[in-house]
């Protein structure tokens, strides 16, 4: 159904409320709701009361009483129609004589007037509900209007911010895959005094470790004898099976193992961390300030520079310093902020359609606006 027929049928249906609500105020009572709320009571005593005891007639009595007080009241300030207090007293005089049948046959009287009452007032909600969705689409328009006028060009396309994004992606790739080649690739005894270095940068939030506990490891490991020869060139990953081994196995291999075992069991938890599953280092991402990445590059230079197969990784730091003082990230992160947050406006706000945009949008704000203002309000019809 299109929008302009909608609003057709909800002027047809606003009509048809009036002339029912016109027809209803000519019985007091019954546009304002007090027989149908006094019929009720009444049916709700019959059922409560049906097959009651003559111990519960004392309550019986006072609900009606309660019920009669309020017809004489309403009569009296000619809120209803006399006919109708009539029926109602007469009602509430036959259940008083423990008549339910005969209250039931005057409350019976007055269901055609009832219906009419409910068929008004559904046709009433009816319209109030297409009246409120007509606001509720122009209170949408207002703001999509406004939230438009906010939107300002992106300083570079979506194309460059995805390219600045896999430039970020490749150097965490290559910054990984060196770890990983230092880790397996490059002998303990040279790979872990550059991860001892880099932990001490809190940039790169490499896991800490003591230089109390790490220096008799280093120095046991480097020093020449049978413990470099089996241990010191073996990768750290290599380093972590002699926990592994027996007494015999490392006296076998090193002569005495305990001073290996006893350096090992104290850098236990700090070797565990560099050699745990996924990425060692802090990834690169244009959620951070220009000032955190900047300090990362930074310190992932100097790290890079000691590992000893990171040239590729070395090329990417170097590619995205460059994006940084060129200041080609900052406008990629300034540009994913406005994408993300404002989509298809910002967008069209790149492709210069963004103006065409808002005033579509003016045009249906008057357009509803005008179909609002030739509508009446609910509670002029009710």
Request: aromatic letters at 4%; one cysteine or more.
């Amino acid at each position: 159904m299109s929008e302009a027929r909608s609003v057709e049928d909800l002027r047809e249906l606003g009509e048809s409320v009036s002339a029912l609500s016109k027809k209803l105020k000519k019985t007091p009572g019954l546009s304002e709701g007090h027989v149908e709320r006094l019929a009720t009571a009444v049916e709700r005593i019959l059922r409560d009361y049906d097959g009651a005891s003559f111990r519960q007639y004392r309550n019986l009595v006072r609900d009606l009483d309660v019920i009669a007080a309020d017809v004489a009241r309403l009569g009296k300030d000619k809120a209803l129609h006399p006919k109708l207090s009539r029926i109602l007293d007469a009602a509430l005089l036959k259940i008083r004589k423990r008549d339910l049948y005969g209250g039931r046959m005057f409350i019976g009287r007055l269901a055609k007037l009832r219906a009419s009452a409910r068929e008004r007032d559904r046709l009433l909600e009816e319209y109030r509900e297409g009246y409120k969705e007509i606001e509720r689409e122009i209170a949408r328009l207002k703001s999509e209007r406004d939230r438009l006028r906010t939107v300002r060009k992106p300083p570079v396309s979506e194309a460059d911010v995805d390219r600045i994004k896999a430039l970020l992606d490749s150097a965490n790739r290559a910054l990984a895959h060196a770890v990983m080649r230092e880790l397996h690739d490059v002998p303990c005894h040279r790979a872990l005094p550059a991860l001892l270095e880099a932990s001490r940068d809190r940039r790169l939030l490499l896991p800490k470790v003591a230089e109390d506990d790490a220096a008799p490891l280093f120095a046991l490991l480097s020093d020449v004898g049978p413990m470099r020869e089996t241990f010191g060139v073996r990768g750290v990953h290599g380093l972590l099976e002699a926990l592994s081994y027996s007494d015999a196995k490392l006296a076998h291999l090193v002569g005495d193992g305990r001073p290996l075992r006893t350096a090992l069991g104290a850098n236990l938890a700090w070797l565990k961390a560099i050699t745990a599953p996924g990425n060692l280092l802090p990834q690169l991402s244009l959620d951070l300030s220009i000032e955190e990445l900047r300090g990362r590059i930074d310190a992932l230079t100097v790290f890079a520079s000691k590992l000893h197969n990171a040239s590729e990784a070395t090329e990417r730091i170097v590619e995205v310093s460059l994006a940084i003082d060129s200041a080609a990230l900052s406008k990629a992160q300034e540009a994913e902020r406005q994408f993300r947050t404002f989509g298809d406006a910002a967008r069209s706000a790149w492709e210069g359609t963004l103006e065409n945009a808002v005033r579509g949008v003016e045009r249906d704000l008057d357009r509803r606006t005008r179909d609002l203002a030739s509508l009446s309000a609910p509670e002029r019809l009710g």
